[in-house]
């Protein structure tokens, strides 16, 4: 078998940072190939060269042994059969499966398109991936999961060989994953190419067959996935050893004291019921379930994103009436990390140290304005803590690795008074090693004596960070598991499908 990609010296600029540095490696024909590395390290823009996303850069990209340069996306689809399959696929959601997988290039006869002929043949390449839905049905209707399976039709319907995903599974259900790594074993067995990105390392061992690792906008070395352990594979991503197992290093610090009770909290559409709970003083309580759960549903309420529809909430003992919003929320103290970061984190024309600063400027006033030295020492700070790279707090935060994005987030709500912190999925695209920084902040701010709530989707971290766990099904709390030491992951996971 020949090589199905070869990068050949490749250097990319921004204005003022080195962000590819002589990157060379290759990719076997029908091997699925990982592309590992840190928050930051160079894996999104190195596909985004391949996949003609940037056409400015220097090196050769060399394809079955023929060197290419595409202008963008489409030319890459078109003329050189590779496809990109990211979380964010672009899709029109209005319109058809098939409408959309044939976009610009549907079937025609004479003048007209051919939907018939459309429609059957979405509907043959969506069999052979074993997809529920069919080329008639509207985009709307699907589930992340299921559209990320319409960008694989799209890839298999323009007859690609080459097919990268970055981070395919960040925002899929465990069924849909296994669905997803179904497809890609298919693909293989079909002699297609894979690269994949992704932070879960069980995923690489699981599908890959060789990794690459980059560092730091550098290229370190290939590994065979059956002869490397997970150990391995940090140490040389990192360059250094850190746990991939959350935990706790410190003692509990929960009071008895009660800073946030929730009483019979519904909504009228059945997303959450009769939810009740207590968060004591100190407290890391963790929310399990399964994607839909009704978790993120509850939190919203809580940090007045939505409002509230009936139940009772009481903050310190003081029950939460009138109008609520994010603002009021702040001000009585509870403010929440939300789990899509894309559309609600940051403001995308502002810097760092401002998206950092936005949530607490009253700890920056110098006179009647705020001082940009006052945010900057703080962004600074965390940029320290959290280790975010690239250690520029003016930088746009858009221009930010999506990592480091999350990073800036968390730095926001560090920065605030508030006693009650609410983490949706806090560790979601995070690299191993700024989980680890992310599970040592988060002791410390129990430490200081803040509340935290932690919803989370990886039962791993949700047992391995929380005193006290709450397990949700179908919008209803299922179970409170209070003692730490029992928590017992087959119960969990039973109570989270609805058993007991
Ligand atoms: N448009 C841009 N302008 C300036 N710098 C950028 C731009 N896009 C990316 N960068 C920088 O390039 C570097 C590599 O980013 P990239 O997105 O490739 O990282 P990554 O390995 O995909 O990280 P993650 O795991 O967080 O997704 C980062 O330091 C990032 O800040
Ligand atoms: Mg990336």
Redesign the pocket.
Known sequence: MGKAVEFVKINKY????H?LKDISFSVEEGEVHALL??????????L?ILHGVYSEYEGDVILHGKKVAFKNPNDAILNGNISKVHQETMVVEELTVGQNVTLGYQPKKGLFIDFGKMHRDVDEILEELNCRFRSRDIVRTLTAGEKQMLAIAKAIYHHSNIISL??PTASLTSKETEALFAVIRKLKADGITILY?S?HLEEIFQICDRASI?RD?EYIQTLEIKNTTEDELIHAMVGRSVSAVASRLKPCRAKDEVVLKVEHLSDNEGKYKDVSFELHKGEILGFYGLVGAGRTEVMRVLAGADRKISGNIYLKGKEIRGSWNSTKALKYGIGMLPEDRKTHGFNKLDSNYNNIAISSLEKYMSGVFTSDGKKLKNAEHFFQELDI??NKPD??T????????QKVILAKWMSTDIDVIIFDEPTK?V?VAAKAEIYRLMEELVEEGKSLIVVSSELPEAMGLSDRLIVMSEGRITKELTDREGFDSDAILNYAIGGN
């Open positions: 921004f204005p003022g940072v962000v590395g840190e928050n930051g390290a160079g894996k999104s823009t190195i985004n970055d981070e990105v932070h980059m906008g790279h690239p930088y746009l858009v221009n930010m690795s999506g990592g480091n994005q695209g690299d």
